[in-house]
């Protein structure tokens, strides 16, 4: 079987100094999963493998260097689903956990597929993920613009800052197995408590090895409203290739939802590959053995 693997960091207006570094930590996942596919190795393995990195690289808001809340702390979503069984695992509202998809990957063969904030962190620790402070997944970067922010928004001015780094992984293995996962920080100084697409299953993301799959990222509410991820596996079993469904899918969300905004990642199971977006910019960065190999923003 063919091996491919897309990853994505984000669908927003990454400002200018942000690029570069935006475009290398994608490169970097994706080449940190490939060499697993290219070894044999699970497409499980490889997701986890290039969200870990991402969540461990401050540009992105995953992990390390995530959007602070209203109350100036950092809260992580984080899924992955496996194609083959159709399993998933997902985690929400964790504050002390440094690597959100490494947990919610043990959700695949745990009693539960979606635990949230203290169960979550408690279940963690049973399984042997250390816990952190949640002061060290905060950057400087972040911390200037919650305050910014906080100065505004105490005077009474409504001022958007910063953008969703949502970042996100599909691969597809030698077995033929597809697999889909995404981790987040959510949006910039969101209500406390607040999950949006990323952990739920056929909003954020979803995989079928028979089909395909897709990961989203972008304003979360306009994604959940329409189940995105999973109406583009619909349309990938309604025979559309994956670049048309792509490219469909952002045609409704901004249609269907007022301010509806995002960007999409598509595999399928002979190794196609689909990527579209309605915002300034998405950070990619794709690779498969039928001679496919680029990055871009």
């Given amino acids: 079987m063919p091996i491919a693997m897309i990853v994505h960091g984000g669908a927003w207006a990454i ?12 490169r970097a ?22 969200v870990r990195l991402m969540e461990d690289d401050p ?24 194609g083959r069984t159709l399993g998933y695992g997902a985690v929400a509202n964790l504050r002390r956990v440094r690597n959100p998809i490494s947990l919610a990957r043990k959700l695949l063969t745990g009693a539960g597929t979606f635990l949230v904030g203290e169960g979550a ?16 997944l905060i950057v400087e970067r972040e911390r200037a613009l919650w305050e ?12 958007v ?10 691969a597809l293995d030698q077995a033929g197995n597809l697999v889909a996962a995404n981790s987040t920080g959510g949006t910039p ?23 395909g799959g897709a990961v989203c990222t972008g304003w979360g509410e306009s994604i959940v409203r329409l189940a995105l991820a999973r109406r583009i596996v ?26 509806g905004s995002g960007g999409c990642i598509v595999l399928t199971p002979d190794g196609r590959i689909g990527l579209a977006w309605n915002t300034r910019h998405m950070a990619y960065a794709y690779r498969s053995e039928a001679g496919e190999d680029a990055s871009g923003i």
Wanted: hydrophobic fraction near 45%; glycine fraction near 12%.
């Fill in 121 to 136: 962190e408690a279940y963690a620790v049973a399984q042997g993920l250390p816990l952190c402070e949640n002061d060290t």
């Fill in 161 to 170: 800052i910063g953008g969703q780094d949502t970042v996100g992984a599909i």
């Fill in 234 to 259: 619909d349309m990938l079993e309604r025979g559309l290739p994956p670049q048309v469904a792509a490219e469909t899918a952002m045609r409704i969300l901004a249609r269907r939802v007022a301010g």
């Fill in 59 to 82: 540009i992105f808001d995953a992990g390390t260097g995530s959007h602070l809340t209203a109350a100036g702390a950092v809260e992580l979503d984080a899924a992955i689903m496996d």
């Fill in 15 to 26: 400002p200018d100094d942000q690029v570069e570094p935006h475009l290398a930590g994608c």
């Fill in 189 to 211: 100084f969101k209500l406390p408590g607040r999950i949006g697409d990323t952990p739920l299953i056929g909003c954020g993301l979803y995989a079928d090895a028979q089909v």
């Fill in 148 to 159: 910014q922010w906080r100065a505004t928004h105490a005077a009474g001015t409504e001022q």
């Fill in 29 to 50: 996942a994706l080449a940190s999963g490939w060499s697993i596919l290219a070894a044999g190795g699970s497409a499980l393995d490889a997701c986890e493998a290039a």
